[in-house]
């Protein structure tokens, strides 16, 4: 009982762990997947952002599912920056590669400031998800300026 409860274990962990560590076949793939993963991501933020620029009501709900959505999404892309990953259809700049540390401390931002994002549509506060919509765009931007071309 105890051995199976451990492997069950393990099997969850590796399986909630997967996405996060994913491994692609091929360079082209690894660039599709972050690609499309921060679409995704931009297409859940945008609709947070339309909430907090008063281009859209805000509805509470609808604020806190797409931030979560994003909080969720922003772990994702950087597995697909890995080596070899520098060339092909991608602004990626080749600073991501010769500047890794830097390119990790900016997804860890954005993974920080959309996680505040998630948290502060969950409490329902129109202000707190404006100032924290804020801080999570301000961290696209520095990394967009510093890492993507344009
Ligand atoms: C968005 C989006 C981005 C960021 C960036 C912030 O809504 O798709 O890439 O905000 O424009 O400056």
């Known amino acids: ?3 199976f409860a451990l492997v069950a274990a393990a099997a ?6 997967a996405p996060a560590s994913a491994q692609f076949a091929k360079p082209e793939d690894a660039i599709k997947y972050r690609q499309s ?3 995704v991501m931009g297409q859940h933020f945008g609709r ?3 909430m907090a620029s008063g281009r859209a009501p805000f509805d509470a709900k609808v604020a806190a599912d797409n931030a979560e959505i994003v909080a969720s999404m922003a772990k994702l892309p950087w597995a697909g920056f890995g080596p070899g990953t520098d ?3 991608t602004k ?3 600073e991501i590669w010769t500047e890794q540390a ?7 931002k954005l993974i920080v400031e959309s996680g505040k994002l998630a948290a502060a549509a969950k409490t329902g506060n129109l202000d707190a998800v404006k100032t924290a919509f804020a801080a999570t765009a301000a ?4 990394c967009h300026d510093a890492f993507r071309a344009q």
């Not at 969850?12 to 762990?17: D, F, Q």
């Not at 961290?139 to 520095?142: E, N």
């Open 1 to 3: 009982m105890k051995v």
């Open 12 to 17: 969850t962990l590796i399986a909630v762990a």
């Open 37 to 39: 993963s921060l679409f």
């Open 48 to 50: 947070v952002g339309a």
């Open 87 to 89: 060339k092909g259809t």
């Open 92 to 94: 990626a700049k080749a």
């Open 102 to 108: 830097k390119f990790k401390d900016s997804s860890d």
């Open 139 to 142: 961290t696209c931007k520095a």
